[in-house]
């Protein structure tokens, strides 16, 4: 059984319960628990954690949670706004509720699951992350993804896979309309399993047979010179 | 960075705290916007034939009192006025055309604000906290209200350069974001006669969707209008005698949030804005999608 610390942010500066996640509670050991209360969309909550801990955040949440996590399992029983798991390391991120904007940018790794929407520029520049969105997705998700896997269960916005590089979509539902050098590509064996798992371990129930596999044209990888209008 | 909030009160009985319910919606979007601050909020009807004229003036000493005389004397119209700061507002029978001519000749160190049967705006520098105190925001009632909170990046820092910007009458516009095109707008608006106070691209965008409706086109239609009309990025949020209308632009890289209840509709930049607010845990949340059109109804 976890041991259960309870801070309130009622009570607490965004920099004090960081500062405790960070310094008191790693010292501690491991198999700790912590329920943040009071949330109240405030931004920065348990960023740049770097420990196996459990934080549970009991509301709807700000700005950039849980950004550049390393190790940690946060869990948001609410909506966040702008950035949450920004760059992300390892460990996982798990959004209740709706994500706003640019969820999981930059991640390196590690799982981001918001079980329902996340909106426009969902994994922009992803780095090695995987996403799990239970809802849909807004406009320019994916945008100039580097490496890792998105997986949409519901619909995509405008210009899904803008300039990808050599992450992979999976989409569930419509696909509104695909960005400049992103195409559909066949369903393979491994695809449907690399999908599978990662509903799994999302929470969601491993059906794979409805979705499309997005990934780079790669036409945009080399300057042509002949075709230098077209940039 | 800006703020912006909006509140619109459904159950008639929360008009009464419209003020309490707005100050610390703005207070806390002070953060995004230290600058300058402004509300308009929309109250009860005046009787038939009274428009209500919002001032400000730079000059603490400026005599209202001076004033009124001299324009009831000169227009023969009813007339009264509540002067709280630099604010006042005039209550009279006089038509806008009379009162702009009236002023016209004066050049009195007074600069008009708002037109309508409804509206009151009042705009000013300073931390929106310290605004929301100085003009007793808290003690305002009525059906709803629109704010803003200004951290400047294209204009002057003004109480005139302070949103919300009004035209017309019982209209006025908030904007979270920038234009880069409201030259061409404005030069466009000008040759058809279209009069500007200021140099802000917002003043753009407010003066372009209300000579629309001017023009004919319903609020929602010149809004269709302006996303092929405006350039840039841009949370508009607008309120009429008797609406609140939000749009976000096809970017949608300027925030807001909307929380609904049986009660009322609040809308601000971000939720922390709106977590004071009662029974919002229970109401739908959510964030408005690029060129979607949202309008609810006091």
């Known amino acids: ?231 | 960075m800006c703020g912006i909030v909006g509140f619109l009160a459904r159950d008639t009985r929360l008009r009464e705290s419209l003020g309490e319910f707005v100050v610390p919606m703005l207070t806390c979007m002070g953060e995004r916007g230290p600058d300058s601050a402004g509300l308009a909020i929309f109250s009860d009807d005046l009787p038939d034939g009274l428009r209500r004229y919002s001032f400000y003036t730079s000059v603490r000493t400026f005599d209202w009192l001076r004033f009124l005389e001299d324009f009831a004397a000169a227009t023969e119209a009813t007339a009264e006025i509540d002067v709280v700061e630099s604010h006042a507002v005039l209550m009279t029978s006089a038509t806008p055309a009379m009162v702009n001519e009236w002023l016209a000749a004066r050049r009195d160190p007074i600069h008009l604000l708002s037109v309508g049967r409804k509206i009151d705006v009042y705009k000013d520098e300073g931390h929106p906290a310290d605004i929301s105190r100085r003009y007793g925001f808290t003690a305002f009632t009525g059906s709803h209200a629109v704010g803003h909170t200004r951290m400047a990046t294209e204009s002057a820092v003004s109480p005139a350069h302070a949103h919300p910007f009004t035209a017309g009458e019982d209209f006025c516009l908030v904007h979270n974001g920038s234009l880069s095109n409201p030259y061409s707008i404005r030069r466009r608006l000008e040759k058809k006669g279209v009069r500007f106070e200021t140099d802000n691209d917002t003043e753009a965008a407010c003066r372009f969707l209300e000579w629309r409706m001017r023009e004919g086109d319903p609020l929602e239609r010149a809004l269709e209008r302006g996303f092929d009309e405006l350039d840039g990025f841009y949370t508009l949020l607008m309120a009429t005698a008797d609406k609140l209308v939000l749009v976000r632009d096809a970017f949608a890289c300027k925030p807001a949030v909307v929380a609904e209840t049986d009660e009322y509709v609040a809308i601000s930049s971000e939720y922390r804005a709106l977590a004071h607010l009662p029974g919002v845990k229970g109401a739908r949340i959510f964030e408005p999608v690029p060129e979607q059109i949202y309008s609810w109804t006091a």
């Not at chain 1, 491991?30 to 954690?49: I, Q, S, Y």
């Open chain 1, 1 to 231: 059984m976890d041991r259960l610390i309870q801070l309130d942010l009622a009570g607490l500066t965004v920099r004090e319960l960081n500062q405790f996640l960070h310094q008191e509670l790693p010292s501690r050991g491991a198999g700790w628990h912590v329920d943040v209360l009071n949330p109240n969309g405030m931004h920065n909550l348990a960023v740049g954690l770097n420990a196996s801990v459990d934080v549970d955040i009991r509301g709807h949440a700000g700005y950039f949670i849980a950004g550049m996590n390393q190790q940690a399992r946060v869990t948001v029983h609410g909506n966040v706004g702008w950035s949450v798991a920004e760059n992300i390391m390892s460990g996982s991120v798990r959004v209740k509720g709706c994500a706003s904007e640019c969820a999981a940018a930059s991640g390196h790794g590690g799982l981001v699951v918001i079980e329902q929407d996340a909106s426009s520029r969902c994994g922009i520049s992803m780095k090695g992350c995987d996403i799990v969105v239970g809802g849909s997705v807004g406009h320019l998700s994916a945008f100039m993804a580097q490496a890792g896997t998105l997986v949409v269960r519901g619909n995509a916005g405008p210009g899904l896979g803008d300039s990808l590089y050599e992450a992979v979509i999976y989409v569930g539902g419509e696909i509104h309309s695909l960005g400049a050098d992103a195409r559909e590509e066949p369903m393979q064996m491994e695809d449907h399993a690399r999908v599978a798992e990662l509903l799994t371990r999302a929470g969601f129930p491993a059906e794979t047979g409805r979705f499309k596999r997005i990934a780079s044209a790669r036409s945009l990888y080399h300057w042509h010179a002949d075709a230098g209008d077209r940039y």
